[in-house]
């Protein structure tokens, strides 16, 4: 049997914290009073979790010569970077100002992670699952989710829409290719607002929203759905039936919930990837999801009693299941 190894194909950024005691305001200059430059980009935050949770990662992106230092870093911590190119082009950006009272703004600069890297016509059969976000071009995501499944076997999918794609991206969207959706409750919200072509009324039930998703003509009723919902854990749904997670039980504060969604998500497929080298079917029981899920929960739980986003990702020996 293949050794499980998951293909990330995602986002590279170089993370730059700017410190200021009040968030800049419009025709305003302002000092601020420290500067942090440090890894970032959803795909290299969701493969440094599965590469921390213990699972065999590729990450496949794009810098240009200003992110030379995140390839390194990211090969120091186990994330594979062979299929990570230089370009002609900046690194992509998320420049972010954080005020003494913990607000922030954030503006985020595409750069090399919109490269139009060359497509390949089909994937190395090497690997066993695909992990997918939005912050590369979406055209590239498809083409990824499609050769996926004309693999043989199937490679395993999981997409996190994050951010949210245009309702014309969804409504193209080849759902049916896909296996996992992860979600937090916002996303889940929006994209049920997309497909559905209907409003949901504010406090309504994630079983609710989730089960309106399901219905809507363009998503594919197979696909599981995993909805977390930070203090109160996470929602999943698969053919099997509904379960919930409650969020780990914290042994001090939060201090910082930047990432947790990736650190969950990282642990997540991680998990996947350790049922399916351990069975010959990739079919989860709901017993074996929630088992996943509650690991994936207590991971995200260390996460956001640190600071940082990659730093706060725990080890897979940090944990107590
Ligand atoms: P995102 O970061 O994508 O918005 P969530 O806020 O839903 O995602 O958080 C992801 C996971 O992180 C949750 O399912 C939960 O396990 C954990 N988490 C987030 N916030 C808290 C919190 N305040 N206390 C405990 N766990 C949390």
Redesign the pocket.
């Known amino acids: 049997m293949t050794p499980p190894r998951c293909l990330v194909r995602g986002s590279l950024n170089n993370d730059e914290y700017l410190h200021v005691k009040n968030l800049v305001r419009a025709g305003e200059t302002i000092f601020s009073t420290k500067y942090e430059r440090r890894a970032g980009g959803k795909g290299a935050n969701q493969a440094v979790a599965i590469a921390k949770a213990g699972g065999r990662v590729d990450l496949l992106g794009s810098v240009g010569e200003d992110g030379i230092w995140l390839i390194q870093y990211l090969q120091a911590i186990g994330v594979s970077t062979d299929n990570v190119s230089v370009v002609e082009t900046h690194t992509g950006r998320a420049m972010i100002q954080v005020a003494d009272d913990g607000e922030n703004s954030i503006i985020l600069y595409p750069g090399a992670n919109f490269y139009p890297l060359p497509l390949p016509r089909a994937l190395d059969s090497r690997y066993t699952h695909l992990l997918l976000q939005n912050e590369v071009l979406f055209s590239s995501t498809q083409t990824y989710l499609r050769l996926s499944k004309s693999c043989n076997p199937p490679i395993i999918s999981i997409f996190?829409p994050?951010p949210i794609p245009s309702k014309e991206q969804v409504a193209q969207f080849p759902w049916s290719n896909l296996d996992w959706l992860i979600?937090?409750?916002?996303?889940a919200t929006a994209l049920c607002e997309i497909l559905t072509e209907e409003s949901i009324l504010k406090d309504t039930p994630i079983s609710e929203i989730i089960a309106k998703l399901c219905d809507a003509p363009a998503f594919y009723p197979s696909t599981n759905i995993i909805?977390?919902?930070?203090?109160?854990?996470?929602f999943a749904h698969t053919l099997h039936g509904t379960i919930v997670?409650p969020?780990?039980?914290?042994r001090g504060p939060?201090i910082d919930?930047?990432?947790?969604?990736?650190?969950?998500?990282g642990f997540f497929v991680a998990g996947l990837m350790e049922h399916s080298a351990n069975k010959v079917s990739t079919t989860l029981s709901l017993p074996e999801l929630e088992s996943i899920l509650r690991t994936?929960?207590?991971?995200?739980?260390i996460?956001?009693?640190r600071r940082g986003t990659i730093e706060s990702i725990p080890t897979r020996k940090e944990l107590t299941q």
Do not use: R
Request: proline share 0%; hydrophobic share 40%.
């Open positions: 996190n994050s979600v937090n409750q916002g996303e909805c977390t919902l930070g203090a109160k854990g996470v997670v969020a780990a039980s914290l939060v919930t930047t990432g947790a969604g990736d650190c969950f998500t994936s929960v207590e991971a995200a739980g996460c956001v009693q």
